[in-house]
């Protein structure tokens, strides 16, 4: 098995195939963390060392032994109340109103196959690819029992964490902070990339050095945010893409997190991922139990890459489920740029002509087809076809689009309502208002209680009574703000706990769409990138990664989504210039380039393109189809940075076993007499000779990888170009 344990040491280790993560009992009963990094068969307790150290105390089992602290040796899984004053996983309040916690060993279990988390996405695996470990923890002072959860994917690099606490006590405890994974490491120099951003300018790529003090990301918008990504990547300070050691973690949650950095007064380093602790404190009752949402953790010691391909594998293979997991999606036109709230139902049918001879796969009517929606003032949460806007049933418009040869999809916001809607005129209680307070109003709308099991239980009604009603194949689920105002008349005695209860409720509700619709297409979206995150994948194969659709800025977001998140996921599409967010122009075939880094669409009015976008258009979904498999089931690199000043842009695919490559490059800045640029493929097998299919020049993979070839020199801003290899066959 991939999970070992020494009963005299007391030590576990647990190997992927290229990786070790080794814990040790330590002789009072703490969980210590030896190690994580490059297989190794060794033991790796002789690392630790042991010393008095001023203002470190020490367990009161230690009796006269002063070099025994908590405050200094690494832990697995730290708590408050330990004497270890450094960043921790849990906090509990005690019914003595004190906050204490002290975690010791009572066992463990070793098993085939992968742990479930109830009520929680998370990754999923056969008994024969995985393993689990359960380490079971108790404090015996407040019969307080946790159990950390470990999974071993071993072909693909992966270790996740989860834990459960569960009140064994007769009292209600209070947690008030429980996160998901800690690492330490004894010494190194370290680095850390967060990806930051904004509305329209997602996952921002950033690199810092880790310094003393407390450094990190989180969110409290009540979603995952576009502001911060719930993933980190640690890096030894020398790696680059392909050399040095790099670590990563990501949360499978969609909501509030929390992702810390320390650098303690000894040079070790500590990492902790796991639920937002502000604006939560969660009751647990007598028997009641706790999970915390999936931490997925993966090593790489040839540099981010390898750390890219690793999560890229896992979440396509081992946490998107469905129809859509592993073939081609539909290539689809949404109204949404070309019309906005403005149009009827013939406007949409000669959308969706000019588009089906083109050869578009499925039309997606966006906002404005239910309720009373002109505008976004009103209509939300009245979910309810408007037949008058549309001139004719939803049945009857799906048809005639389905006639010609289209598929077609709905979007929707069913977590939101506005004041002025039939809803929330009937249950104003079914929306967070703080009682005796106006509510923070965005984007004119408020947010639905979906702690509450009635709220949920409606929504889906709604949504299965639309969907019913006609041959509807996919749906895009938005989310057009941040969540504040949180108070839930359900939850009155316990209101820390109702967004946590939020996203378990959001949860069920995808999780029964899902289930009673096997074959539809779900695409998440919050105002973009708001929630492009790991739990939502496990629901929704693809995510609209933002609503800045600007080919150039495209590129970096696209390029910062990509260091966890598989290419396959990405809602891109082609759009109109100049570009309704930036105002920019770029040639038709750059906006397709960049747009093909993902499931490929458009987002314009076609018949207002000339004829030669036409027959561009037509071409565009032939190569799309034609490298489909390429892009979405091949290796993704990243060749540049577009997050420092580069004259260009370019990424790669390459298929698994090397056989065939596809380059892409973007102009971003064009000069007078500019010096040439080069570009080094990579993936490539460096014995074998490659035909560029363009050129039919052969050249041989070693070149291709340690020389490069020349970019064609740019007569025009943006110019994009494309090169496609493929290996002659000795």
């Keep these: 098995m991939a999970i070992e344990f020494n009963d005299e040491s007391m030590i576990f280790s647990l190997h992927t195939r290229h990786s070790t993560y080794q814990i040790q009992v330590g002789q009072f009963g703490h969980l210590l963390h030896l190690y994580y990094g490059s297989r190794i ?3 790796m307790d002789y690392l630790m060392t042991y010393m008095d150290r001023g203002f470190s105390g020490n367990p009161y089992e230690a009796g006269l032994d002063k070099t ?41 279990n070793i098993s085939k196959g992968k742990y479930h988390i109830p009520g929680l996405p998370s990754i999923y695996a056969n008994e024969d690819e995985s393993d689990t470990l359960e380490v079971f923890l108790e404090d015996a002072a407040n019969q307080l029992q946790v159990t950390l959860y470990y999974g071993v994917i071993g072909n693909t690099d992966i270790i996740t964490r989860s834990v459960r606490v569960v009140n064994c006590s007769k009292e209600t405890l209070i947690i008030e902070k429980a996160l998901t994974a800690n690492i330490d490491f004894l010494y190194g120099d370290y680095d850390w990339y967060g990806f930051h951003g904004r509305h ?30 719930p993933f980190l990547i640690i890096a030894e300070s020398k790696t680059t893409e392909d050399h040095g050691n790099c670590y990563g973690l990501c949360f499978v949650y969609s909501g509030d997190f929390k992702a810390e950095i320390e650098l303690d007064q000894y040079n070790q380093t500590r990492i902790t991922m796991g639920l937002q602790d502000e604006m939560f404190s969660y009751q647990l009752k007598t028997e009641a139990s706790f999970y915390t949402p999936e931490v997925v953790m993966t090593f790489s010691d040839v540099g981010l890459e390898k750390l890219t391909h690793n999560y890229h594998d896992i979440f396509r293979n081992n946490l998107i489920r469905g129809k859509y997991k592993s073939i081609p999606k539909p290539i689809l036109i949404n109204n949404w740029e070309a019309t906005y709230f403005d149009y009827d139902g013939e406007k949409i049918i000669n959308i969706a002509k000019q588009a089906v001879e083109l050869g578009v796969e499925m039309l997606v009517l966006d906002d404005g087809w239910f309720g009373n929606r002109d505008g976004d003032m009103s209509g939300l949460g009245d979910w309810t076809v408007n ?79 639309v969907l ?49 619709y096997p074959n539809l297409l779900i695409e998440s979206c919050s105002g ?3 929630r492009f995150d790991a739990g939502m994948l496990h629901y929704s194969p693809q995510i609209w990664t933002s609503d800045n659709t600007d080919a150039i800025d495209r590129i970096r977001i696209q390029e910062g989504t990509s ?21 920019r122009t770029t040639p038709f ?6 747009a093909m880094v993902g499931s490929f669409g458009y987002e314009l009015d076609l018949n207002k393109i000339t004829t030669i976008e036409k027959d561009q258009v037509k071409q565009q979904i032939v190569e799309f189809h034609k490298y489909w498999d390429l892009i979405h089931r091949g290796d993704y690199y990243r060749l540049t940075n577009a997050h420092d000043k580069q004259i260009f842009a370019a990424w790669q695919y390459v298929r698994r076993d090397g056989s065939e490559a596809l380059l892409c490059s973007v102009t971003l800045e064009i000069h007078g007499n500019m010096p040439a640029q080069y570009v080094k493929f990579k993936g490539l097998l460096p014995e074998y000779d490659y035909i560029d299919m363009n050129t039919q020049k052969r050249y041989s993979g070693k070149a291709l990888m340690c020389a490069g070839l020349p970019m064609p020199f740019s007569t025009n801003e943006y110019q994009a170009w494309q090169v496609h290899l493929k290996m002659i066959a000795i």
């Design 41 to 43: 068969k060794d033991e």
């Design 68 to 108: 025994y602290s908590l405050d200094a040796l690494p832990q697995e899984y730290p708590t408050d109340g330990t004497g270890d004053y450094r960043i921790t996983c849990m906090t509990i309040k005690n019914t003595n109103g004190t906050y204490s916690c002290d975690l010791r060993y009572k066992g463990h």
């Design 200 to 229: 329209t300018m997602e996952r921002q790529t950033q690199r810092s050095k880790i310094i003393h003090g407390i450094q990190g990301v989180g969110s409290k918008r009540g979603t995952s945010s576009h502001q911060y990504n």
């Design 387 to 465: 037949e008058k806007k549309l001139g004719c049933s939803l049945y009857t418009l799906v048809n005639r689009i389905n006639e010609m040869g289209m598929k077609f999809g709905l979007w929707f916001e069913p977590e939101m309502v506005n004041e002025d809607s039939e809803l929330y005129r009937e249950h104003p209680e079914w929306a967070f208002i703080i009682p005796n307070r106006d509510p923070v109003r965005s984007r004119f709308q408020l947010v639905l209680d979906y702690s509450r099991v009635e709220v949920v239980d409606y929504i889906y009604e709604k949504i299965c009574n």
């Design 468 to 516: 019913d009603s006609a041959n509807i194949e996919y749906i895009k689920w938005d989310f057009n703000r941040s969540i504040s105002d949180v108070y839930s008349i359900s939850g009155t005695s316990n209101q820390g706990a109702v967004l946590y209860h939020y996203m378990l409720g959001l949860y069920n509700l995808l999780e029964r769409i899902v289930q009673r």
């Design 528 to 530: 973009g990138g708001g």
């Design 563 to 583: 260091f966890a998140y598989p290419i396959t996921t990405f809602g891109s599409h082609v759009s109109d210039v100049p570009n309704h967010q930036t105002g």
């Design 589 to 594: 075939e750059t906006r397709a380039i960049v």
